[in-house]
């Protein structure tokens, strides 16, 4: 199709109106909840995507919260041990709602590690039960001693970490 030469005029101040635009204000692509959310500090943000994936009609925005939370620390090398525990949850959080929702079990396991890789050595209960049911899952559809013997580890990890936490409810649900 050929333009005449007022439309491609037209077309080219178009869009250089568009790209003007976006420079003038980059986060126009975002939602203002999530421009809002960019704001946040940590803490806050983690808490409000909390809230919303408490409530079932809100829990993809929960998820974009937990989101905005990882990548803003995303190639940083955050040595804050609270800044670190708190992206780890966040982690589990987008790894939970992916394994719940999407069933997309390698993804899920991936987002698993990244809180992993931030929890250091200080694993939370509720994490070490997360990673363990996903184990389970593999360990149901596939048998394996190998796949067996990592679901009843992590169990048995959470249930030390509960302990040591006095985090009954999920001591709990490592016997679950």
Request: hydrophobic share 45%.
């Amino acid at each position: 199709m050929i333009l005449s030469p007022i439309a491609s005029h037209k077309c080219q101040l178009a869009a250089g109106l568009l790209l003007l635009f976006f420079f003038l204000f980059p986060n126009s692509g975002l939602g203002a909840q999530e421009v809002e959310w960019q704001r946040m500090d940590d803490s806050t943000l983690l808490l409000t995507g909390e809230r919303l994936v408490k409530d079932d009609k809100a829990l993809e925005a929960g998820y974009r919260a937990f989101r905005i939370l990882t990548n803003r620390h995303s190639g940083y090398n955050i040595t804050d041990p609270a800044t670190r525990q708190l992206i780890a949850k966040a982690y589990n959080w987008r790894a939970i709602i992916t394994l719940t929702y999407s069933h997309d079990y390698p993804t899920a396991m991936r987002l698993f590690i990244k809180a992993l890789d931030y929890s250091d050595n200080n694993v939370s209960p509720a994490l070490a039960n997360n990673i363990a049911h996903l184990f389970n899952v593999y360990a149901q559809c596939l048998p394996t001693a190998d796949n067996i013997r990592r679901a009843l580890d992590m169990y048995h990890a959470a249930f030390h970490a509960a302990i040591k936490t006095k985090d009954w409810e999920e001591g709990c649900n490592a016997f679950i």
